[in-house]
């Protein structure tokens, strides 16, 4: 169902953002930062870290909110977030790095 009411402060709400960094050698892939973001922020890349794990990737356009579970989850510290600071929804501005790999 399409949503056509929108709230009348929209113009004012600010939803965080935050800068994904991901150290793919740290990666053992188990997957737990993908299935547990709220946001869908994450998938199993296709490429081999150097323990031979695939280690999650950013989906294009999907925004990631700062809530810190995907650090929290990991049992190898592989991956953090950066506070991008807070943005309105039709201003977010997709700022993520990837780090541990050349592309
Ligand atoms: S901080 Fe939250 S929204 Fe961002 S990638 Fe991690 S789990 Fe997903
Ligand atoms: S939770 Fe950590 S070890 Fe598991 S797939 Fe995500 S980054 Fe890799």
Redesign the pocket.
Known sequence: MALWRQPLDRDRIRIAH?I?HIIDDRCKGCGF?VE????G??AISPHTNAKGYHPPEIVPDVH????????LLCPDFAIF?EDGGKHTPDKVIPIQRYEGRDE
């Open positions: 935050g994904v930062c547990f973001c709220p946001q922020t994450l990631c909110i700062n809530c810190g579970l995907c650090t977030i």
